[in-house]
């Protein structure tokens, strides 16, 4: 693995270290800034001489952010690294796959970050544990203001700050919430209840890495839409509210499958099945082994699993593994590209060992 990126891998992100406020169902709460130079064309339109130039003017600024702050070219990583930090939500497809010159920073505990020149120059973003933009939004904003001290960004008097995407026009704000909902997803319909009363408040439903990708794992983003005509707290709290809303749904799904005998019954044998499956298994997919480490944890949330195990992992483990076991990690752990089946079996092995460690703990 890159040296740079070492620190990094060595642990968890800071936002999966801990549990935040309602840790039970909010993993992580995301604040995403987008922020553009004035009287500069937006990136697609950038030259990349002019480009260049940009990039490495704010990676100097950023690189004197934090003690452990970090800035690089994507261009100079390998294709498993690059797909780590997409994983960790410190870069995206298009930032990494761009032919432009782009660049990254951020820091070791991966709870602010920065891309320069993806859909705009700057995407500034801050994270935290659990429901809690406050955190958030407080270290996103400083960066901003490391940014402010070299450059103009583009606003508007009536619309705001002006953005290549019009629907990020004004606040230019993405208040983004990290949700594991897997008792709402064993009853579908109250699943689709809830995603549907999101996008009906105006927010957007998306899978564990943004726009474009999948809902492994039970997990899901739910993030403001509306980023004109209102205050930035504003937007924050319309997700929130939701946020809170949707904690208390999923712990009242799980009660309501704990006391229905059929409900309780299925469930139980979905944690024998999960269990039996990441023990046993010689290969596994990332969606086999994020959905049984869902189901294991869902599990251990209700006590269901002190009935057919010795042993009762951390439900906080369970959410790390759902991520150290995505392809990017595993490749960036074994530092080299591998084949689709030499992935599943090192993922079967490594999540074997993971929970032969907390049987040993407990």
Known sequence: ?????????????????????????????????????????????????????????????????????????????????????????????????????????????????????????????????????????????????????????????????????????????????????????????PLQKALQAAQKSGLAVRGVHGEGSRAMGFLYQISNQRTLGEEATSQMEAVAAYGREIVRYERSTRRHLMAEEGTRRALLEDVKIALSLLQDSTQLTTAEALDALSTLRLGVLTGLLQEVASFEPDALMLLQQMFALQPGHLQARMGKEMTPSTRDRSRASLVREALRLAEGES
Request: hydrophobic share 45%; with cysteine.
């Open 1 to 189: 693995m890159d040296s740079r990126l070492q620190p990094l891998f060595e642990l968890p992100p800071a936002w999966l270290q801990e549990e935040g406020a309602e840790g039970d169902v909010v993993v992580a709460s995301r604040v995403r800034l987008a922020r553009n130079l004035e009287g500069m064309p937006f990136p697609a339109r950038l030259d990349p001489i002019l480009a260049e130039g940009v990039r490495d003017e704010a990676l100097e600024i950023l690189s004197g952010l934090a003690e452990t702050a970090q800035t690089l070219d994507p261009a100079t990583l390998e294709s498993t690294e690059r797909d780590f930090l997409v994983e960790r939500s410190l870069a995206s497809k298009d930032l990494v796959e761009s032919a432009l010159p782009t660049g990254l920073c951020f820091e070791h505990g991966g709870v602010m970050g920065v891309m320069v020149h993806e859909e705009d120059h700057f995407r500034i973003q801050g994270f935290a544990p659990g429901l809690n933009f406050g955190s958030a939004f407080r270290r996103a904003r400083g960066v901003e203001a490391q940014l402010r001290t070299r450059f103009t960004f583009a606003t508007h008097a009536r619309f705001g700050y002006l953005t290549a995407c019009p629907t990020n026009t004004g606040s230019g704000l993405r208040a983004s919430l990290l949700l594991h909902l897997p008792a709402l997803a064993r009853m579908k319909a």
